[in-house]
């Protein structure tokens, strides 16, 4: 029978229990040394099973625990306790059936199996051997298969199944020539020769028994010499061949003693005795009859005393067991007082753990109101900042606004009398006219003065509309790509008469292909305003410069030769101050185009920035957003060629 596996983790029905490696490997090592040892001294045997028994039940090594049964089973099996043998077989199926554990359960079936063949129980013992075969077949387990094939054969020589004995035979006798199973081998050899002694092959049981005999003297194994050589001794008696067969007897008879081995030399003896008979050697057969009755009254002897001392071992074995058990009892029991005690002082230290839980509850609880309310009260604080200032923000909002419809009363009062005044202005010089109280060259100079008049009050109505449009409410900026060069020379043009009058030159020097994003109506209202402004104070015969530059956006810089502008003039026109002067040719004005420019600007995304010198000029820029500049539409387009 082959040997177990040892494991460090054992599996239950319902759990795995992880066993220690090196504590598994020590039991696995008691047991095994029970088995080596079970042939020479039982009750050594036995003490390291115990030892190994007790190990395991402290520990739940419940592998172990099955090894264990397996092996004193066979040690009771071995000294004729067939039943005692039998349960503990029993045990250690159930608990490797519980573990899963394929080999064992295929190892204590084969043991089961040997007892039953032991007992002649043979149909019993054929179920079982084939039930281990499937086992360890499945396990690929190649010597204990060999091992089953022989010991099933065995059962159906017993049953007279002859053909089905030799097939199994000779199955094993191939496995174990392949595999070099030696043990095998000489086991199917022997067993074999039995079967054709049996079918009365005489020849074959001859050769394949000398094949046994030859392998038991290669290993020296003088219990296989004894029973080879008095089966040997048989056939050659069958065969007629006395003389053979005696001298083969008493060989079986000299290994048997080497070893002294009672049963096999009363076999040996039986066989002396039938051999002489046979041969009418009559005081020989008397001879072996007498040392055959002496040695079964020895046998008698030596198995009352085995029987004694097994007896005496399985008082010992008991009353160790029955001292584990009580040890293991009164463990118990302090156990359940322990645990007794340890329930007691877990449901007070959980009372003790709820009473404290509740007091640090309610503890917390008040700290998170405190802090809430702290939060609370920051958040009070904080809103009573932000009403304060948001009421500083809509005090200086409303001031704002009163001082914003301060300024448009103030506008459309300065406004409506620059608007009358032409108006009536024309209204009186037509009345002359049509009463006919002037003559024709008298009203003439008249006429172009009103001309002038009306020029004027155009370009404030129509400066005075697009400031209003925007600021309505919901009016939108058509923002859109402008070309600057042609817009700027289309206010040139419209300057022309202006310029001719005082013979002034404007250049025009702005990047033709220099674009912006603004509304092109409200830009045209703004470099009207300033070109305006530029020749109303250029003197006779001077020169308007208008440039650019795109760096950060685009900024148009229109610049006069003028009286410049005063200190105290730039300041009033940064506050948005509404004033006006006189041109270098008496030109008048109503001092609202610069303020409207800079407003459209800004709206615009734009601004305006103004530096002069007086007696030198000003230079009046404005900044505005780029679409794109010069050098981008470039990369753009080759881009776009790629």
């Known amino acids: 029978m082959g040997k177990p596996f040892a494991s460090g983790a054992v599996s239950g029905p319902d759990k795995i229990k992880v066993i220690d490696p090196a504590l598994a490997a020590k039991i696995d090592s008691l047991n095994e040394e029970a088995f080596e040892v079970k042939r020479q001294d039982v009750s050594a045997a036995l003490g390291l099973l115990h030892k190994a028994l007790t190990l395991s039940l402290q520990h739940q090594y419940r592998k172990g625990e099955a090894i264990n049964y397996l092996y004193e089973g066979g040690i009771y099996q071995q000294k004729g306790y067939a039943k005692r043998a039998l349960y503990l077989f029993f045990q250690s199926v159930e608990i490797s059936k519980q573990l899963k554990d394929t080999f064992n359960i295929a190892r204590a079936n084969h043991q089961i199996a040997n007892a039953y063949r032991d007992a002649d ?142 049963q096999l030399e009363i076999e040996a003896l039986e066989r002396l005795a039938s051999i002489n008979q046979s041969r009418n050697h009559l005081q020989h057969v008397i001879a ?160 172009e003065e009103l001309e002038k008049q009306y020029v004027r009050s155009s370009d404030l109505l129509e400066n005075l509309l697009v400031w209003i449009k925007s600021q309505l409410e919901g009016a939108q900026v058509q923002v859109r790509e402008v070309a600057l060069s042609s817009l700027l020379q289309d206010v040139v043009i419209d300057h022309e008469e202006a310029l001719a009058a005082k013979s002034v030159v404007v250049r025009n020097q702005v990047q033709e292909d220099l674009s912006v994003l603004g509304d092109p109506e409200m830009l045209k209202v703004v470099f009207r305003n300033l070109l305006s402004n530029a020749i109303k104070f250029t003197k006779q015969g001077g020169e308007v410069t208008i440039t650019s530059k795109a760096v950060d956006g685009v900024t148009i810089a229109i610049k006069d030769q003028g009286v410049g502008i005063s200190e105290e003039n730039l300041q009033k026109i940064k506050q948005k101050m509404y004033f006006t002067t006189v041109g270098t040719a008496r030109e008048t004005g109503s001092g609202f185009g610069l303020m409207i420019c800079d407003d459209l600007l800004r709206q615009s995304g734009g601004g305006l920035s103004i530096s002069s010198t007086q007696g030198k000029g000003s230079v009046f820029a404005v900044n505005l957003p780029a679409s794109l500049l010069p050098q981008e539409k470039g990369v753009q387009q080759s881009m776009s060629l790629m």
Do not use: C
Not at 153 to 171: F, H, I, N, P, T
Not at 179 to 184: D, E, F, L, N, V
Not at 331 to 360: C, D, G, N, P, R
């Open 121 to 262: 129980r043979l149909p019993e013992a054929e179920v079982l051997y084939k039930e281990a075969l499937g086992q360890f077949m499945a396990l690929k387990q190649g010597k204990d298969v060999i091992n089953i094939k022989n010991n099933l054969a065995l059962v159906l020589l017993d049953r007279g199944r002859y053909s089905e004995a030799e097939k199994y035979l000779q199955e094993a006798l191939a496995e174990s020539k392949a595999s070099r199973y030696t043990y095998g081998l000489k086991k199917a050899y022997f067993h074999l020769g039995l079967l054709y002694k049996a079918t009365g092959e005489l020849a074959k049981a001859r050769n394949y028994m000398g094949h046994a005999l030859v392998m038991d003297q290669e290993k020296h194994d003088s219990y296989g010499l004894s029973l080879a050589t008095g089966h040997l001794a048989v056939i050659a008696s069958e065969e007629g061949k006395n003389a053979e067969a005696e001298n083969l007897a008493l060989a079986s008879l000299r290994y048997a003693r080497e070893i002294k081995a009672t």
């Open 288 to 447: 072996w009859q007498d040392s055959l009755v002496r040695k079964q009254a020895e046998l008698y002897e030596t198995e009352r005393t085995e029987a004694i001392n097994m007896l005496d071992l399985l008082k010992e074995k008991q009353e160790k067991q029955a001292a584990f058990e009580k040890q293991t009892l009164l463990a118990a029991q302090k156990a359940e007082v322990t645990h007794l005690i340890l329930q007691v002082s877990l449901v007070a230290s959980v009372v003790l753990l709820a009473i404290a839980y509740f007091w640090y509850r309610n503890f917390k609880r008040a700290r998170s109101i405190g802090k809430e309310l702290a939060v609370k009260n920051q958040v009070i604080q904080k809103s009573s900042v932000a009403l304060d200032q948001l009421n500083k923000a809509i005090s200086k909002q409303n001031l704002r606004l009163e001082q914003a419809n301060e300024l448009k009363n103030k506008l459309f009062s300065i406004l409506s009398h620059d608007l009358r005044k032409p108006l009536n202005n024309t209204k009186g010089l037509l009345h002359i006219i049509n009463s006919g109280m002037v003559t024709q060259e008298q009203y003439a100079p008249k006429l």
